[in-house]
């Protein structure tokens, strides 16, 4: 009898041989159907084929920076994106954050490691962070959680998926401190096991958007040690 439940299809965007066909076996042990593009411009033509469940994104390809095709496939799709590279830099996870990827897993890896982080993130894309009812406003900051849009004096301010549930999650709680363990809960995954450092990241890169300054914020506070708080509503007006 075929299985009710097709299984996840994931773009593994990757050009090493040694690298693409031990982890393609490892994804399809564990129910997952690979589909490996080599180059840049193969990956955006499967891209837009397959429509693919996920897609795992190395960053150096032969004819071009994966960071194209996350920026790319960012511009029209919420596609979950994990980046898979050997860039281990905070700068170089600021930037991925910032285009837009979900996680970022760094060569070597172990595909334990890896099909959890997929897994979470999956499980993370289909269950969204808590948002408010309706129109929330603090200051000049107003989110709307119907239109997934976010404006700061009435200037519209492009975020990525988890910069919008991040902050959807802030607003929904505005005037109390949420604390490092729910927001990665709740934004990320109840299960999350890595590092809580992709928060500061979010945190920051939000902050950086809002026009916030996190030695005086006007928005997003930080209790340290413990969370952060928004402002609350009415915060900063006349």
Same mark, same amino acid.
């Given at each position: 009898m075929a299985s009710e439940n097709p299984p996840r299809s994931i773009l593994f965007v990757e050009d090493e041989a040694a690298i693409f %066909?031990?982890?393609?076996? $490892?994804?399809?042990?564990? !129910?997952?159907?690979?589909?490996?593009?080599? /180059?840049?411009?193969e990956a955006l033509r499967l891209a837009e084929q397959m429509e693919p469940d996920l897609v795992l994104l190395d960053l150096t390809l032969p004819d071009g920076d994966g960071a194209d095709v996350c920026r790319t496939?960012?511009?029209? @799709?919420?596609? *979950?994106?994990v980046m898979l590279t050997a860039r281990g830099t905070e700068t170089?996870?600021?930037? !991925?954050?910032?285009?837009?990827?979900?996680?970022?897993?760094?060569? *070597?890896?172990? @595909?334990?490691?890896?099909?959890?982080?997929?897994? $979470?993130?999956?499980?993370?894309? =289909? /269950?969204? $962070? +808590?948002? *408010? %009812?309706?129109?929330i406003t603090v200051g000049e900051l107003t989110l709307d959680p119907a239109a997934r849009s976010v404006r700061v004096a009435g200037k519209q301010v492009r975020l990525t998926r988890k910069q919008f549930d991040?902050?959807?999650?802030?607003? $929904?709680? +505005? !005037?109390?401190?949420? /604390?490092? %363990?729910?927001?990665? +809960?709740?934004?990320?995954?109840?299960?999350?096991? !890595?590092? #809580?450092? #992709?928060?500061?990241v979010h945190i920051r #890169?939000?902050? =950086?958007?809002l026009g916030d300054d996190g030695t005086n914020p006007r928005y997003i506070e930080t209790e340290r040690g413990v969370g952060f708080r928004l402002a609350a509503p009415g915060a900063g007006e006349p």
């Open positions: %066909e031990p982890t393609s076996r $490892a994804l399809r042990r564990n !129910g997952f159907e690979p589909v490996v593009a080599r /180059t840049v411009a496939l960012r511009a029209s @799709s919420n596609v *979950p994106i170089d996870k600021v930037i !991925g954050l910032e285009l837009g990827a979900d996680d970022y897993v760094v060569k *070597p890896f172990s @595909s334990r490691e890896l099909v959890s982080r997929i897994r $979470a993130v999956l499980r993370r894309s =289909q /269950t969204p $962070a +808590a948002e *408010p %009812e309706g129109p991040l902050l959807a999650e802030l607003m $929904a709680h +505005a !005037g109390h401190v949420v /604390t490092r %363990e729910d927001l990665m +809960a709740r934004v990320w995954d109840v299960n999350w096991f !890595g590092s #809580t450092k #992709t928060l500061d #890169t939000l902050r =950086q958007k």
